[in-house]
């Protein structure tokens, strides 16, 4: 899982293709408006995105399984 946030002045978008096609199993998922620190600017969009890629979402994790 790849996350990039659109604002982010430390890495581009052009280093993050890179990226991707060298691990070229990996999902890569774009923030609209989030910078190099994603978990600081939208901590929920990270979480949410996290979530889908192990088959989370919509599970409460405190609960016990």
Not at 31 to 42: A, I, N
Request: net charge neutral.
């Amino acid at each position: 899982l790849i996350l990039w946030g659109s604002n982010d002045r430390v890495t581009t978008l052009s280093h993050m293709k890179l990226v991707q096609k060298q691990l070229k199993s990996a999902k890569f998922e774009v923030h609209p408006w989030g910078g190099h620190h994603l978990m600081e600017d939208d901590p929920t969009w990270v979480n949410q995105k996290i979530a889908e890629f192990f088959g989370l979402e919509g599970k409460n994790s405190s609960s016990p399984s």
